[in-house]
T-cell receptor, first 110, second 114 residues
Framework: QKEVEQDPGPLSVPEGAIVSLNCTYS??????FMWYRQYSRKGPELLMYTYSSGNKEDGRFTAQVDKSSKYISLFIRDSQPSDSATYLC??????????FGSGTRLSIRP | DGGITQSPKYLFRKEGQNVTLSCEQN?????MYWYRQDPGQGLRLIYY???????QKGDIAEGYSVSREKKESFPLTVTSAQKNPTAFYLC?????????????FGNGTRLTVT
């Protein structure tokens, strides 16, 4: 079993829709959860990070962690074509090692 | 502008040749990393370095080598021993002295070996 599992998609939704991206993880010791966004032929960039369970909101983006079910989500409201990218969830297994999900490719149709 | 520069963007090599990928950062970060990205597999850690003149193997170090002679530079050599070298290679850096410091990535080098 992979330590972080993520549906690779692709996911295609119309502009303005709410997008839900999800990951599961296996180790209950993980505490710090991140979402990276990667545009085509570019490096990933940090989008959001959260500690423990709960929600964190930043503009149109909301990151949610449910530690009881080992489930992390990223919601995008009012999705825009510029949100089309691959989204990678990640978590810290140690101070020097971050484990990434395989990424979900998202396409927003105008 | 602070950031990470990877060069070249595209690299083509014949099987059996060693090739070195460049990574330079001006963020003054102590820690640097090399990841490999393949379709459907996410990012896998090859090597990382927390300080100059020191580095550790990641999950898939076989067939790769690194050096860390300067804080700003962390070149990766893909040797002929790497069985499947064609991939997208990403270099990253972070500040290990800041709690949960995020990774800053370069824009990658796409290596094709034929």
């Amino acid at each position: 079993q992979k330590e972080v599992e993520q549906d690779p998609g692709p996911l295609s939704v119309p502009e303005g829709a709410i997008v839900s991206l999800n990951c599961t993880y296996s180790n209950s010791a993980f505490q710090y959860f991140m979402w990276y966004r990667q545009y085509s032929r570019k490096g990933p960039e940090l989008l959001m990070y959260t500690y423990s369970s709960g929600n964190k909101e930043d503009g149109r983006f909301t990151a949610q962690v449910d530690k009881s079910s080992k489930y992390i989500s990223l919601f995008i409201r009012d999705s825009q074509p510029s949100d089309s990218a691959t989204y990678l969830c990640a978590t810290d297994s140690s101070a020097s090692k971050i484990i990434f999900g395989s990424g979900t490719r998202l396409s927003i149709r105008p | 502008d602070g950031g990470i520069t990877q060069s070249p963007k595209y690299l083509f090599r014949k099987e059996g040749q060693n090739v070195t990928l460049s990574c330079e950062q001006n963020l003054n970060h102590d820690a640097m990393y090399w990841y490999r990205q393949d379709p459907g597999q996410g990012l896998r850690l090859i090597y990382y370095s927390q300080i100059v003149n020191d580095f550790q193997k990641g999950d898939i170090a076989e067939g790769y080598s690194v050096s860390r002679e300067k804080k700003e530079s962390f070149p990766l050599t893909v040797t002929s021993a790497q069985k499947n070298p064609t991939a997208f290679y990403l270099c990253a850096s972070s500040n290990p002295y800041v709690n949960n410091s995020p990774l800053h990535f370069g824009n990658g080098t796409r290596l094709t070996v034929t």
